[in-house]
């Protein structure tokens, strides 16, 4: 599922759910970056995703301030980028060591910023044009339990400015296959859990 989320001014909020209509093996260009190294895995899917939000959004990122969650080796950062973002690039312990070695140039030119975020307790209060996410909420759902993706998203509402906007990526399913190999070759696949439509949607209503 791929989403985009409208902040208005004077605090008042309108979401709305676009279809997914791509070509089957979507182009995304990043400063030469392919899209392996943008969406990392199930390149397919995500960079669906990717050209969605660009056709949706892409205009919010240019001068942008964009926090991405969730970042781990931070390959969305570097399309964010190449859109013309400045970017905090966040992760629970702070991104990799792989992203900090990607980044580097991005860091000493002052367009990216690596920060230790916990997605259930975000401290920034109106900062971001946008706030970026891809494949998060089943984590934090295994991990910090039921109420992890209602307080994940209200910390995400509280940093966004008014008028910016969320985008975001989520599992709704699994393959069979899929499914065993997250939890055989995923250190913290088994604690995954696949959120369905109206679970996110519910969590959604801060918005």
């Given amino acids: 599922m791929s989403y985009r989320v409208d902040r208005r001014a004077g605090h008042e909020w309108q979401g709305k759910a676009f279809p997914r209509r791509f070509a089957s093996r979507p182009r995304l260009a990043a400063q030469g970056r392919s899209a392996s190294d943008i969406v990392e895995w199930d390149v397919v ?24 969650i969730g970042a781990r080796d931070g390959g969305l950062t570097h399309w964010l980028v190449s859109e013309g973002a400045q970017v905090v690039c966040s992760d629970v312990q702070g991104p990799t060591d792989v992203a900090r070695q990607r980044h580097a140039e991005y860091i000493r030119s002052g367009l990216v910023e690596h920060v230790a975020v916990d997605a ?70 088994t604690n995954w859990q696949y959120l369905p439509l109206e679970r996110i949607l519910e969590a959604l209503g801060v918005f």
């Fill in 120 to 189: 259930t307790d975000i401290s920034f209060e109106g900062e971001f044009d946008v706030v970026v996410f891809k494949s998060v909420l089943g984590s934090i759902a295994g991990f910090a339990g039921e109420q992890g993706p209602d307080r994940a998203l209200s910390g995400m509402y509280r940093a966004l400015k008014p008028g910016g906007l969320l985008l975001f990526a989520e599992n709704l399913e699994s393959s069979p296959v899929h499914l065993w190999l997250r939890r055989r070759m995923v250190a913290w696949g």
């Fill in 45 to 68: 899917t995500w960079a669906k995703a990717v050209s969605f939000w660009k056709r949706h959004a892409g205009q919010h990122l240019a001068g942008g301030r964009v926090l991405e």
